[in-house]
């Protein structure tokens, strides 16, 4: 045990995390550049490859197309951080503590939707025949008109995004100790005072892992900017790359148009980085209540606060209700008992539930490394791990399948690669929820257990792990969740044998039958928030059983 | 039950499929929803497989083009004998891969197509029109030619097909290339207002417009029997247009490579018998290429009197141009 007489906090004494991250980022990195480089060895098969004529003839539309793709997410970015702001300090002043608190664990369901059926459900609101037409007609208004271009998109990203932020704020807020809470009531702050004195502080911190996500989730947005956008002049890096790569097979322009979109993000990540908060806050290690304040009963913050929920009800929660209405039909049951809907249910569980697990894991292991390490392997972490939302899943996937496609039987393993392709997307989500608390964990804790001598796994288990639970649950059940919404990689592995719930939805869709499509979104929605719920509760129960042990 | 448990049990649900084939095994590659269970792909695998004495295997990609840029991926090793569910807008490609082997099947005289077709690597499957599909209880003033689309008031809505990522939005590019050429980019400035969208796939638009975002959407002249037969409603109908409809021919190919010939050459000759083509008209929702006579409710369709197509080395040749122009004319 503890030879050394010294406890001193060290980066060379930090156990075997270090190691264990910096090989799972240099694997994620390596992994990113060989899929890329397999496309670009691959040559064209159908003209000269990648040459300069044919390089010279796009690269003025190449520029174009990043550039709105920037401006379009760099907007939808700032839009869903302005609307989440508020929407976060409301719910954590009412909705937590009321029984609204349903919502929270509702709304996070908008990300992880296939975008079809996503946008059949903001469109069951905002469409020309939706619930707003309908409630326009009623008072004897004229209906909506088409929402279609950026407008459209902006919202679909708002409506996609807004409930991530919200939750990592609440996450965040949520870890302020209830004795800040108590001396601002007696000091009776002010709301401004409050919210720059004790919300900000913590929040800020926050804001710039968030951007960063949403707005690479937005760079990379695709079928949502082809459904919504109007004509294609609404268009992003990611559509010309998927058209390079299917419709044109021009294998080297799809790697080159994702070393583009690659070396964009990259920059992006870099820059968004050197904002990460670094200062120290007071942190409680569980999750603490807040007081309510005496500004809380005015007249104005309740208007404020029901407006702000009323706005979360028509922008997150409205589209969602819709899908449920369409998937309430006689189909439903008629679904359910198809053989073919047990065996994509039994494989998306599988590879949902693997998925998480291996997600949260490594993204833990990546978080507990990079506590321990200086500026430039911190950046060195976030940019491995962001990758994966800058490296389109059609660039990756496809990559892969050249690679793989001599040494073994692609049918065989494209579960496998269903499941590496689906934690690689989870990651970020994993990652970004984890590290923000295992940062503030590591500050309040490291010196303590240090001087006991506690580190390694028995840390993890007496000491982080209780204070993370909340956390990993959240983490966990967001990776199953997006990994049961997948549909990009298992498109292009996919056989008859090995079907998903996603690829049987969009099946359904291939023949007409609207109503049974709805049934399946429906069905998916409720296995997403089963399995989101079940992650949630079952990180509470663990935590449960260690605090016990402690104790 | 734990995750080891499901694990397993996933696996060997995995693994039967492969397990339990002793027979000789045609694999064909085709796009999801023609394999799918209320595609044509179950019954045509059964009434097959009658006659074979082998183990007809059906795997789903997601698109046309994703069936061809997976055969070229996998060159020479393709698990695949057949290719199922190109059209004539890929064959010159298809063919220029130098993948494909002639199918020693005769044609003539077996083929109900509106235009002739004859070739030695690709069997014709099914066909289809291209038509704008409306709501016949909504939209009262049907447009009755494209010339008349274009002078429709704008509030006339459509929804369409990207071309570069749907088969449906490709075939309206050649239809308005085939009916004005050189002046397409001003038509496609003229269509812009009415254009509410134009999505990625198919369904997007189609289920866009049932939920009543326009009055009409790019679809096929099959559509509307969907609705009669399957929904009990004729509501839904095509506009027939006085220049003529684009058409789409689907095609069938073997692949060199294939390992099981005879099986992959008697799967040729058998597209056109009444085994497979029977499944077509219900279950894909197109016209069978065959000689079968055609289910009740689809005399109702429109029929067009003239059927436009290019050849496929003319579309091999200008696709990538066209849509260019395409492009910069939906750009404002």
Known sequence: MANSSYPIVSRRNSGPYVPLGMLA??????????????????????????????????????????????????????????????????????????????????????????TTVAVSGLLGVWGQNGFISHLMWAIGADGLSPIYGLGAVLLAHVFFNVPLMLRVFLSGLSSIPTAQWRLAAQWGLSDWQRFKLIEWPVLKKLISGLVTIVFLLCFTSFSLILMLGGGPSVTTLEVSIYTALRFEFDIPMAAFLSLVQLTICTVLVAILARFDGTGMVAIAPLVSKRLSQPGDTSRWTLLLDMGVVAAFLLLAMAPIASIMVAGLSNNLLNVIGWPAFHRALLASLVIAIASALLATALATVIAAARVRVGSAGKWLFDLAVSLYLAVSAIVFGTGLFILLRGLVDVFLIAPFMVLLANMLVALPFSYRLIQGKMAMLARSQDKLCNSLDLRGWRRFRLITFPALAPELGFAAGLSAALSLGDMTVIALFGSQQFQTLPWLLYQTMGRYRAEDAAALALLLLVLTLLLFGGFIKGAALLRGMQVDVRD | MNIKSLYVTFFMVLCTPVLATAKPVLTVYTYDSFASEWGPGPSIEKSFEEHCGCDLQF??????????????????????????????????????????????????????????????????????????????????????????????????????????????????????????????????????????????????????????????????????????ITDGTDRYKAASFTEGHYMQIEVAGMLKGASEPELAKKFMNFILEEGFQTAIPMRNWMYPAGRVALPDGFETLIKPEKSLLFTPDEVAANKASWVDEWQTALTP
């Open chain 1, 25 to 114: 980022a240099a694997g994620l990195i390596l992994m990113a550049l060989t899929a890329i480089g397999a496309l670009l060895g691959v040559g064209n098969p159908r003209s000269e490859g990648l040459n300069a004529s044919l390089l010279s003839g796009n690269l003025l539309r190449v520029t174009q197309v990043a550039g709105f793709t920037f401006w379009q997410a760099s907007l939808s970015a700032l839009l869903s951080l302005l609307v989440a702001l508020p929407m976060a300090l409301t719910f954590w002043r009412r909705v937590l503590t009321s029984r609204l608190r349903i919502l929270n664990s509702l709304s996070f369901m908008t990300i992880v939707m296939p």
């Open chain 2, 59 to 228: 795997i789903a990609l997601d698109s046309s083009i994703g069936i061809l840029g997976r055969v070229q991926l996998e060159g020479e090793n393709s698990r695949a004998d057949i290719v199922l569910g190109l059209d004539t807008n890929l064959m010159t490609t298809a063919r220029q891969t130098g993948l494909f082997a002639p199918h020693g099947t005769s044609l003539k005289g077996r083929t109900s197509l509106p235009v002739t077709f004859e070739d030695d690597v690709f069997v014709p499957f099914d066909w289809g029109h291209f038509a704008f599909v409306y709501d016949s209880t909504k939209l009262s003033t049907v447009p009755t030619s494209l010339a008349n689309l274009l002078s429709a008031p704008d509030d006339l809505r459509i929804i369409i097909q990207d071309p570069r990522t749907a088969t449906p939005g490709l075939g309206l590019l050649l239809w308005i290339k085939s009916v004005y050429g050189d002046r397409a980019p001003e038509v496609w400035a003229a269509l812009r207002p009415k254009i509410v969208t134009v999505t990625k796939g198919w369904w997007d638009s189609y289920s866009m417009f049932l939920e009543g975002e326009a009055d009409m959407v790019l679809s096929y002249s099959t559509s509307p029997a969907y609705h009669i």
